[in-house]
């Protein structure tokens, strides 16, 4: 089980380009799907230009696997590359899933007491079908944690 703790500085935006960043944090919290540029257009809310010259450019460091499938290239974080387990993990903690439930239960902050990610989440193991296991001890009502976590819910691409 992870703990969230207060929002320290995001290591990920000292590091990589703001579009690079999103793509990454996307494609590294849904290791075992590939997306074609204009689904990574819609979740990242970039320019096509901008998500497509970034794509090229992490694929050919071999860390996405490109796949042209008809008329349309497809691209998934790639397991084989010697680096894959490390950024799993910095996007998974920074620009992916933690980071963004911290963000978002900032506001409730003063009535939690603890939140904690566990299951496959925590374990790293995260597929398409999985859910994100949260638990929060403190004085919130149920239907305002629902309500503040359902724009997360969205952007994550998961219950």
């Keep these: 089980m992870r703990t969230i703790p207060s929002a320290p500085p995001d290591p990920a935006a000292a590091l990589f380009r703001k579009t690079r960043r999103q793509l990454l944090g996307w ?3 849904h290791t075992d799907e590939s997306f074609y540029v204009r689904e990574l257009v819609r979740v990242t809310g970039a320019a096509v230009g901008a998500v497509s010259k970034e794509l090229e450019e992490i694929a050919a ?3 996405l696997r490109r796949t042209v499938r008809g008329n349309l290239v497809f691209y998934q974080a ?3 590359s010697p680096i894959f387990r490390e950024l799993e993990s910095i996007f998974i903690k920074t620009a992916g899933l933690v980071d963004q439930l911290r963000q978002a239960l900032t506001p409730l902050a003063d009535r939690i007491g603890v939140a904690l990610i566990y299951g496959s989440a925590a374990r790293g193991t995260l597929r398409a079908p999985s859910d994100v296991d949260l ?3 403190g004085q919130v009502p149920f239907g305002e944690i629902v309500s503040t976590l359902s724009a997360v819910q969205a952007s994550l691409g998961r219950e």
Excluded: D, K, R, S
């Design 61 to 63: 460091a071999g860390i």
């Design 27 to 29: 494609l590294f919290t």
């Design 135 to 137: 638990l929060i001890v």
């Design 78 to 80: 790639n397991e084989a």
